[in-house]
């Protein structure tokens, strides 16, 4: 009976607290850390990000390593974004994939190409796309036309590597590439993307408009600010724009390698930085000149190092933000020393505080973050004074991040830079 009754006790003690409540109950420790969710796309888009005339995002967003993945339908096929800013630029080339499909179907297009196909660009063309064979068989004196040929085609029989988001040495060589820059640039996108669809959209208008001679002013007025405005929502700089339309790549290096080593940056070092294929000219030449925008500050070398690592066009971005979001930091926060950490940047302000500047889309409470924090917190920075922390992302923050970094006295800033979210 005593083990009975115990049992009843026991039982409607329980019952008894089940009917408690909620407030009075002991609270449930929240889990450790959080996974990255899946974010839906209605909910932290802005409207005209979500749907547009040739786009439409689909609903789930997963989200990993701080990116959001995101996928887009059209009717010119299925393209993928990670990242927000990448969304970004891939709206804006959507767009203008429908701009220049409607320019290929004018007649002022195909009046075009005839004349295109009647002259030497025509050949210029195969030459650039199928260079060994179109050069057997071809008596030399039809490359007259050609500024520098000699070295355009010794580079082209040779195949000799470039970074893949670039034109051919031939089509360097005889202007073509300038023209499509200049198209690139009016239609606000980068010539350099590395999405198959709009390269061809973009080649065809192009060679349309300089081997036939097409004038595009009144085809592409319509474009203003609706189509093509991937290049200024990046921000990416009138400096940049202008440089990247009137400059080859290889002149763009020569120049960048001159500005960095005026930095102090080692040889070597703008060596690596230069030739990682990663990085297009266009996330190239915004890298650096954002850090020349970082002048006095230290450890700019130490920055570039970590960014020569990245072993892709996601990675590429990553740096090139950061560093376009620390140019801005230093602007209203003038910085003293870049240090990197587990490869991401660390500035260490004038004022004593702490800042870590990412391009981050979403951030959640991993070890990861909470580990990285405790590391932040606890670094010796050169034995100066430390008076804050902050963390500035392009995107935002979990509440459970909200509380962590208010719990542990770290500022907070998010959206820090143009972006499609709500």
Known sequence: MQTLSLLCISWGSLAALALLPASAQSPVPPPPFESPP?????????????????????????????????????????????????????????????????????????????????????FAKNLATHPVETISGVPKGIFKFINRTGQAVKEATEDRPHNPYEDSKVEGAIGFSKAKRDLAVRLGVDPYSSNPTFQKALNGVAWASYGGNMTLTAALAPVGGGAGTAITTVQVSDTAIHAIRDSSPNDLRRAHSETLGKMGISAPLITAFLNNPAYSPTRQAELVIALQ?????????????????????????????????????????????????????????????????????????????????????????????????????????????????????????EKALPSPLR
């Open 38 to 122: 899946v974010l839906d796309a209605a909910t932290i888009l802005l409207p005209q990000y979500v749907q547009g005339p040739y786009h439409t995002v689909r609903p789930q967003v997963p989200t990993y390593a701080g990116r959001n993945a995101y996928t887009l339908d059209s009717e010119f096929g299925t393209f993928y974004a990670t990242g927000n800013s990448e969304l970004l630029i891939r709206i804006s080339e959507i767009n203008a994939i429908a701009q220049l499909q409607s320019i290929s179907k004018s007649d002022e297009y195909a009046k075009a190409l005839e004349k295109a196909a009647k002259s030497p660009v025509n």
């Open 293 to 413: 925008q970082l002048q006095g500050v230290a450890g700019r070398d130490g920055f570039l190092d970590a960014a020569s690592t990245a072993d892709d066009e996601d990675d590429a971005f990553f740096y090139q933000r950061s560093a376009h979001l620390m140019a801005q930091l230093h602007s209203g926060t003038p910085l003293a020393t870049i240090y990197t950490s587990q490869d991401l940047p660390v500035c260490h302000a004038k004022d004593g505080t702490v800042i870590v500047p990412l391009e981050w889309d979403y951030a959640c409470w991993t070890v990861n973050a909470e580990n990285f924090l405790e590391h932040l917190r606890t670094a010796n920075y050169r034995g100066a004074p430390v008076t804050g922390h902050r963390l500035v992302i392009t995107g935002i923050a979990s509440p459970r991040v909200h509380e962590e970094l208010a719990r542990r006295q770290v500022g907070l800033v």
